[in-house]
Structure formats: C-alpha cells, structure tokens
C-alpha cells in the first residue's frame, strides 16, 4: 500500500477541499508514492510522536493537527516544528494532516464529541457555504438519459436527503464545424440543427474532476458546451459545530458531572449557571468561541467548545450556558475516530493510536 492510497481514502471520508482557507491540510511531509509500512494515528506530530513512529517502525503518521501552520523560512533545529519536521525527513516519514476537512465533516470531529456525550438527532450548527457546484450541458436529446445516469453513478444530483435531482429543458442547437472539425454530427462547413436537451445538475465541489471526466465520457459531441457555477447554497450536510438533544433535560451541575466524567477532565470553565434544565447542546470542538452566536440562534441551551477569552464569557447574555473544557480535551476522541475508520477500510494493516500525550497544557 502507498501513502497515496491512504490519502484517497481519508480524502473520500472527509474531503480536503472542505478544510477552512487558513488551514494547512494533506501531506506535510514526505511522498505520496512511498510505500507504508505501517500507520501511527495522533492529535499533534510532534518530535515524540515522531520518534515514536521511527521506534515502532511506522513511517506515516496521520494527524489530526498540522505541524506547519505558517510559512516556514528555514527548517534548522531549534523549535518543536522544525524538529518533528527534520526527525520526519531523515527517518523518511510521512505527515498527514486532516484538521478541518475532518471539523467540517458531518461524520467528523463534532459527531464524535456528541457521540461521546450522548447528543443524539445532531445537524450542523455553521453550516458551510460554496460547497454546492452547478453543471450546464446541452446534449442531444437522445443521449440524454445516459448522461444523466452516468452523472448520477458519480455521486452528482444529490440534494441533501435526495439523490438523481436534476432540472432539463428542451431546445435547438444549431453548431458548424471548421475545417479542423471532426463532427460525430452533422458535417464540417455545414450548418447543423439538432434538438438538444440542456440539462442542469448540481454537486458537492469535491467532485468536480470526476464528474466533467464523466460529462465527457458520456457526451457525444468533440466539442462539449458547459458551464459551472457555485451556488450560495448553504450544505446542510458540511460545517462547522453540531447541535442536537440530550435524551433527557439535566441540570447544569449534571451536565458539569457528565463532561468531567466523558473528558476527564478536573475543572471546567463557564459563564454564569442560568439555573435551567439543560437539553439542546451545541458542539464545537477545538477553537470555537466564533459560534457563539450560532449556539445562542437555535436557541440552545449550552454549547460546549474551548480556548473562549475572557470577553466571550460575557456573550452568553444570560441565554446560553457557555462551557470551555479545553481545547485538547474537545478533540481528544479525534485520534479513536481516525484509528476506527482506517482500520475498518484496511483490516489487515498495522494501524496504532500514538502512546504519546501531546497536550502542551498542564494542570496543578
């Protein structure tokens, strides 16, 4: 198996082109037509982990965070990016890094949190916007239909809880070909008439290659008329942050209990106890005092997140119970998600969560 074929898999289940524009996701390090030997799965890819990968014979680590966040001007001992990076490169180790592809995943970093914490019929909470792509062909009548299944079969067409949605309408197409023309219709310095079926069919952006290499297996014409657009369209399915119920309302002091006991965690921080049965909670793991406002708009009763300043505490306005319980402790169940994912898609390969605690924040 190569690196490369971990990647697609990864990139199927939580695609990179979901990954917010300031995150540094895919391959860090190393070469995607190297051979894996065996994969170590963690939070951060630090000089331990590294390390750890080169003692137990792994040579791709799969993280969650990326190691390099900005641009890097030199790469020389001195600081832990660089180490892990250097340790990495002369070890011939591989760096994957998935973070926000996997946070804006349905089927991610949040679904694992809430699945931890007992939040059941969960939605996005921030759903994400420009993930909805537009195709427009026109296509001779008769071949039609087969265009339409042949998109389809790609995944295109699929509209939230709906599958083979498309919009056609009938017309005329007139074309001439040149002299460099080798018309499949009609004939080249003669104008041609043909009716035509336009058709319209929408996708997530992901597939954007696959489904013009399929528009182009299936059209019948040396030269294809198409147009793309992306669509406003809010994705229902792509986001940021969960919410859903608790199977039953608890009171806050419960809910402090639960997330001590699930996280294990010692100490909480929180705005002021609104002194109110808790059911709906909203999710975010990792950095997310920016969804505050989302929490509070479907009406929430707590949301849940980390790394929240001082001021944010004070956006609560006595509607919401804003929790932070630690920005490693968020997404501590990340690394579970990933190890169960690979391991069921590749059963007979060494796959082992990273031993290693890379959690830079202490507590006396």
């Known amino acids: 198996m190569l690196v490369k ?16 524009d300031f995150d540094n996701t895919g391959l860090i390090v190393g070469n995607k037509n190297d051979k894996v030997n065996g994969i170590i799965i963690c939070l951060d890819s630090t000089k331990e982990v590294i390390q750890e990968a080169i003692d137990t ?3 791709l680590v799969i993280s969650f965070h990326p190691i390099i966040f900005d641009g890097l001007t030199k790469i020389s001992p001195g600081n832990y990016v660089n180490d892990s990076i250097l340790l990495a490169i002369k070890n011939d180790i591989s760096i994957f890094a998935i973070h926000t592809a996997l946070d804006n995943s349905n089927i991610g970093v949040n679904m694992k949190l809430c699945e931890v914490l007992g939040i059941k019929n969960t939605k996005i909470l921030i759903p994400k916007t420009k993930t909805i792509n537009k195709l427009t062909t026109y296509i001779p009548r008769k071949d039609a239909e087969v265009l339409r299944k042949k998109l389809f079969g790609v995944g295109a067409g699929s509209i939230g809880k709906y599958e083979n949605c498309s919009f056609s309408y009938e017309g005329i197409g007139t074309f001439k070909g040149n002299e460099d023309s080798n018309p499949t219709i009609g004939t080249k310095h003669k104008d041609t008439e043909i009716e035509e079926v336009c058709i319209n069919i929408t996708f997530l952006k992901h597939l954007e290659e696959t489904v013009l290499s399929s528009l182009r297996k299936a059209h019948p014409y040396e030269e294809i008329a198409y147009e793309l657009n992306t669509l406003e369209n809010v994705n229902e399915n792509i986001g940021m942050g969960m919410v859903g119920e608790l199977s039953q309302a608890i009171s806050e002091n419960e809910l402090f209990k639960l997330l001590k006991n699930k996280l294990k965690v010692k100490f909480l921080k929180h705005s002021k106890k609104l002194k109110k049965p808790i059911k709906k909670i909203a999710v975010l793991g990792g950095s997310g005092s920016f ?9 929430a009763d707590a949301y849940i997140t980390s790394d929240m300043k001082y001021h944010d505490y004070f956006k609560a306005e006595d509607s919401i119970l804003l929790i932070d319980v630690g920005h490693y402790e968020s997404e501590q169940f990340t690394k579970k ?23 830079p924040v202490k507590y006396s």
């Open 337 to 359: 998600l990933l190890f169960d994912i690979l391991t069921k898609k590749f059963p007979n390969f060494a796959i082992a969560l990273a031993k290693t605690n890379t959690n």
């Open 57 to 59: 014979k792994n040579n």
């Open 291 to 299: 969804g505050i406002k989302n929490a509070i708009s479907v009406n």
């Open 5 to 20: 074929d971990v990647i697609d898999f990864l990139n199927s289940y939580a695609p990179l082109d979901y990954a917010e």
